[in-house]
C-alpha cells in the first residue's frame, strides 16, 4: 500500500517538477535583476576596452583593450580623487559611528515623549541631500553665516571655507555627518533594544559602574549593529556625489573631489565616454570587494557573538 503522503509520480521526477517550478518562478525576478543589474555592468565594462569620445567623433569607437584603465591607473587626478574619496570617507563614518551612539544610547533612555524625540532627531535624515547641502553651504559660504558669526564672537578670523583647500572638507563632512547620523543611530537603537536587560541588573548586583557596564555589556553585544552601519556608512561615503557636488563642485580647483564626481565629469561634462566607463568600472570593484571583505568580516562568529 503507497504512502498517502507520497507525490504521484516517482521520487525522482517529483522533484524535478518541484525543480522546474522553482526555476519558473524565479525567473522573472532573475531576468529583471539581470536587465537592471547585470546588463547595464557588462555593457559599461565593454564600453571601457574602446576608445569613445563624443568629442571627436570622427574617430569612432575602435577597441583599445586596457588603455583606458591603464590612463585611470597613471591619471594624478584619479589617484587623487581616490585620496580624497578616503579622506572623506574616513573622517564623516568616524563622526557618524560616534555620534551615532551617543544618540542611540540617549534616545535608549528617553521614557516621556519617545516617538516625539525619535522623530525629531529622525529630521535631518529625512531632509533631501541637495537641501540639506545648500543649507550647510549657506551657513559657510559667506562672512555672516552662522559658522563664520560663531568664530567672530569668539575671537577668532573665520577662514574662506571654500576658498581654502582644507577648509573645505569641513562643511563637507559636517553636512554629511548632520544628514545621516540619524540612519546610524536608528540602527544602533535596535542593536540597544535587542539587549536583555537582565544583563544590566546582574552587573548592578556585582557592582559593576555604568562604564564598566558599557565596555563590557553594551559594546560587545552592540558590535553586530555597529559593523552594519559601518558597512552602509562607508559603502555611501566611497560613492559620495552629491553634497560635494551642491557644495564645492569639487573645489577649490579639485581639492575636494572625490572619485564619482571625477567620473561624473569625465562622462558627462568631457564626453570621454570609454575612459569615464573604465573609471566606473573601478569605482564598482573598488566597491564590491569592499563589501565582501565586510560581510566575511561580519559573518566570523567571533563579532558576532556576545561576550563570553
Keep these: 500500500m503507497k504512502n498517502a503522503r507520497t507525490p504521484p509520480g516517482s521520487g525522482a521526477s517529483w522533484l524535478r517538477e518541484e525543480a522546474r517550478l522553482g526555476w519558473a518562478l524565479a525567473l ?16 559599461t565594462f565593454w564600453e571601457s576596452l574602446h576608445l569613445h ?3 571627436m567623433p570622427w574617430l569612432g569607437r575602435p577597441f583599445v583593450g586596457a588603455a583606458n584603465y591603464a590612463e585611470a591607473f597613471g591619471d594624478p587626478r584619479f589617484r587623487s580623487a581616490l ?4 579622506v572623506f570617507m574616513t573622517a ?6 560616534g555620534a551615532g551612539l551617543l544618540v542611540a544610547l540617549a534616545l535608549d533612555r528617553v521614557s516621556r515623549g519617545r516617538g516625539m524625540v525619535r522623530t525629531a532627531v529622525l529630521l535631518p535624515w529625512a531632509i533631501p541631500t541637495v537641501v540639506a547641502a545648500l543649507i550647510w553651504r549657506f551657513m559657510f559660504e559667506s562672512p555672516a553665516g552662522l559658522a563664520s558669526a560663531a ?6 578670523a573665520p577662514p574662506t571655507w571654500f576658498a ?4 573645505a572638507w569641513i562643511p563637507l563632512v ?4 548632520w544628514k545621516t547620523t540619524p540612519f546610524v543611530a536608528l540602527l544602533l537603537l535596535a542593536g540597544l533594544q535587542n539587549i536583555d536587560k537582565a544583563l544590566y541588573e546582574a552587573a548592578d548586583v556585582d557592582g559593576a559602574g555604568r562604564w564598566r557596564q558599557f565596555t563590557a555589556i553594551t559594546l560587545p553585544l552592540l558590535r553586530p549593529a555597529l559593523l552594519v552601519a559601518f558597512l552602509f556608512r562607508a559603502l555611501d561615503a566611497f560613492r559620495v556625489f552629491d553634497v560635494v557636488y551642491v557644495m564645492t563642485g569639487g573645489g577649490p580647483g579639485t581639492a575636494t573631489e572625490p572619485v564619482a564626481l571625477y567620473t561624473f565629469s569625465t562622462l558627462l561634462q568631457n564626453l570621454r565616454f570609454g575612459f569615464g566607463s573604465a573609471l566606473s568600472v573601478i569605482v564598482f570593484v573598488v566597491a564590491f570587494f569592499f563589501a565582501l571583505a565586510s560581510i566575511r568580516v561580519l559573518g566570523r ?7 563570553a
Design 151 to 156: 568664530l567672530v564672537r569668539l575671537g577668532a
Design 83 to 86: 585620496g580624497h574619496t578616503g
Design 301 to 307: 562568529g567571533a563579532f558576532l557573538d556576545g561576550p
Design 174 to 177: 559636517l553636512a554629511d555627518v
Design 53 to 55: 569620445d563624443l568629442r
Design 164 to 167: 581654502d583647500a582644507l577648509a
Design 28 to 43: 522573472p525576478a532573475l531576468a529583471t535583476i539581470a536587465l537592471v543589474a547585470v546588463f547595464p555592468i557588462l555593457w
Design 92 to 97: 564623516a563614518v568616524t563622526l557618524e559611528l
